[in-house]
T-cell receptor, first 113, second 111 residues
Framework: ETGVTQSPTHLIKTRGQQVTLRCSSQSGHNTVSWYQQALGQGPQFIFQ???????GRGNFPPRFSGLQFPNYSSELNVNALELDDSALYLCASSPRTGGEEQYFGPGTRLTVT | RKEVEQDPGPFNVPEGATVAFNCTYSNSASQSFFWYRQDCRKEPKLLMS???SGNEDGRFTAQLNRASQYISLLIRDSKLSDSATYLC????????????FGAGTILRVKS
């Protein structure tokens, strides 16, 4: 196992609600990235955090926001949920931002109804 | 044009077969390349990094052609347990440590 944990495992929300997803990175890793994976697609980069600062962002609207804490754990917040936000949300950690491989947690499956 | 494109699949092969997956990427500035494996409803797991000189890990061989912006994965002597989706992944260094994934190719190995 990678040592990356995510919570919750599954979540059902209603359109318009807000959600917070959590991730604990692998020990020694200071960089956390978040990805959204829709059914039948590859993961899409949302953003990355390095030492508590955002370090790159994909093509996602501002209602997707995040935080990284001093212990390098991270949160992904999504406001005003839409039906298309239903997906597997994956967190990945890496030891630094230098292009190494990333290690994924098991993901949170979000369903928006 | 998608940043990373893969063979559409699915590939249905018998046990023991050799199968090859291809992938192309659009950004010539890409610097790191990987193959990840993803089982149904699970997270992606790193299969192997891909180096310019080519590299092998047991039954798996990866090749990179920077001039053609092309990556390949060869699986020899396929096992039932190789059945999964294989994701071609490129690290876009200009965006920090952003991984760009292809849509994946499904492999089904049958007895």
């Amino acid at each position: 196992e990678t040592g990356v944990t995510q919570s919750p495992t599954h979540l059902i929300k209603t359109r318009g609600q807000q959600v917070t997803l959590r991730c604990s990175s692998q020990s020694g890793h200071n960089t956390v990235s978040w990805y959204q994976q829709a059914l039948g697609q590859g993961p899409q980069f949302i953003f990355q955090y390095y030492r508590e600062e955002e370090n790159g962002r994909g093509n996602f609207p501002p209602r997707f926001s995040g935080l990284q804490f001093p212990n390098y754990s991270s949160e992904l917040n999504v406001n005003a949920l839409e039906l298309d936000d239903s997906a597997l949300y994956l967190c990945a950690s890496s030891p630094r931002t230098g292009g190494e491989e990333q290690y994924f947690g098991p993901g949170t499956r979000l369903t928006v109804t | 044009r998608k940043e990373v494109e893969q063979d559409p699949g699915p590939f249905n092969v018998p046990e023991g077969a050799t199968v090859a997956f291809n992938c192309t990427y659009s950004n010539s500035a890409s610097q790191s390349f990987f193959w990840y494996r993803q089982d149904c409803r699970k997270e992606p797991k790193l299969l192997m990094s891909v180096y310019s000189s080519g590299n092998e890990d047991g039954r798996f061989t990866a090749q990179l052609n920077r001039a053609s912006q092309y990556i390949s994965l060869l699986i020899r002597d396929s096992k039932l347990s190789d059945s999964a989706t294989y994701l071609c992944v490129v690290n876009m260094m200009e965006y920090g440590n952003k991984l760009v994934f292809g849509a994946g190719t499904i492999l089904r190995v049958k007895s």
